[in-house]
């Protein structure tokens, strides 16, 4: 069991960064990997970026390059450094934890989600 709890949204302006942060707990050892979904109006879920224990990290096209997923081993938190930001990236953003194996992530731990919203 894993637990995940998110933090760092807010509302900020175009162009403007912002670092999320997810806490986890409970049996860590279980997972090799770690991630950031988000759900914006309207829309379903959507991974954004990926880490595994080895560093290797994914991102799906429309942040790359404008996001940066990072771990931090010893406070068991890993980040979503968001640069750039975008009206489009306004969206609840979720934390999860896993496994990745075979170029696939298999998350079983969710966080409850931090809103971030980006105003023009």
């Known amino acids: 069991q894993v637990q995940l709890v998110e933090s760092g949204g807010g509302l900020v302006q175009a162009g403007e960064s912002l670092r999320l942060s997810c806490a986890a707990s409970g049996n860590i050892f279980s997972i090799n990997a770690m991630g950031w979904y988000r759900q914006g109006p309207g829309k379903q879920r959507e991974l954004l970026a990926g880490?595994?224990?080895?560093?290797?990290?994914n991102y799906v096209d429309s942040v790359k390059g404008r996001f940066t997923i990072s771990i931090d081993n010893a406070k068991n938190t890993v980040y979503l450094q968001m640069n750039s930001l975008k009206p489009e990236d306004t969206a609840v953003y979720y934390c999860?934890?896993?496994?990745?194996?075979?170029?696939?992530?298999?998350?079983?731990?969710w966080g409850q989600g931090t809103q971030v919203t980006v105003s023009s």
């Open positions: 880490i595994s224990s080895g560093g290797e990290t």
């Open positions: 999860a934890a896993g496994v990745y194996s075979g170029g696939r992530y298999v998350f079983n731990a």
